[in-house]
């Protein structure tokens, strides 16, 4: 062999490691996605591109609860660039306030976009939307919709039945107060109702979009304080609707996969102490699921989180890990399907009364970065109102792991 044929592995070997990516250093950066003001801007949704940009959307107006302002806002973060665009109109239903927005991008490349209109300034009158856009990356302008129709919530027959099954099920397990007792009942008689078991329901985090193409919903109710999942086989042509998911005030699913197989949809405690993240299980791709029951390391407030599989299959979730107040809100990883949480960093921690970072939604693009958007809250240091903004972090999970911060409260 000659010289120049011993050299060539060499020399490919070369080549091939300097086309290998550097290890990055854990890091860390936020900015807000427009100024802070003083109108409400709450329950924001990130979602990626397939051409890389990063979109987010929002609730902005004077108050979904008092007042008929409130509309759908969004804004893009395009390649290359270092700032969001300015806000977007996405959805108004004139005269009424839109509220609790989510998206996915689905693989056909299109982009959802799902929300409640609240027809009477109550949670419980909600009325459940979603359009869908192939046209979403116009430089400057918002995304054309080609489809728009109304999530129309139909319940099994078999729904008063299983409210009534999973609701002593639940409260087996419980001490019978005499708040446990009338918060049955009053499910038992809405349940019998059809039109109030047919409305209220609505969004607050990433819809989820199995290996087999199915596409699920997290909805939940005010009135029935439990959850339920909304689910298309079809890309919407037919919603069907998986049986509730019956607990001690457990509301706004978001979804996960186990190393098994198991959906895991983690959600929100608005019942009483103990204030843990609830937990219920799906072997059926979200049609039945499990008793709920608390985490057994995770607060919860009575506030948002979403819970999402990183690319190496590991678990993470971001929530506010307090039981009383939204001051911190946490990153945490897991590597046994959620079972413990042993590595958590904080995108933000202040004292109670000093800010509100919370309903948060977090992605993992495709370049490994992980994307966190949030309500933030904070008070005018000089005329001391409260002033808001949508909050966007991007970090590595390299930097997760190398700030295990302090226990939870």
Known sequence: MDRASQCRPALALLLCLATLPLTAEPRHSADLVFPLERWHNHGSCIVEAPNGALIVCWFHGSGERKADDVVILGSRLDPNNERWTPPFLLADTPGFPDTNCCMIVDPKERLWLFWPTIQANLWESALMNYKISSNYLVP?????????????????????????????????????????????????QQADDKLTRRIGWFTRAHPYITENGRMLVGLYSDGFSFSMVAYTDDWGNQWRFSEPIVGGGNIQPSFARTQEGLLVAYMRDNGPPPKRVHVSESNDEGE????????????????????MNLQDGRMLAIYNDTERGRHRLAVSISDNDGKSYPITRHLEAVNPGEGSFHYPSIIQTKDGMLHATYSYFVNDPVSGESV???????????WVEAGNDSPQE
Request: proline share 8%.
């Open 140 to 188: 400057k302008k918002a995304p054309v919709w080609e489809t728009e129709k109304v999530l129309h919530m139909k319940p099994g027959a078999a729904f008063p039945d299983t409210v009534r099954r999973k609701t002593a099920e639940y409260l087996s397990h419980t001490t019978l107060s005499p708040r446990a007792i009338e918060w049955a009942s009053h499910n038992f």
């Open 288 to 307: 039945t699921w499990s008793k709920v029951y608390d985490h057994p390391q995770l607060f919860n407030p009575g506030a948002g989180l979403e819970l």
């Open 388 to 398: 808001k903004s949508i909050k966007h972090a991007t970090f590595t999970v390299d």
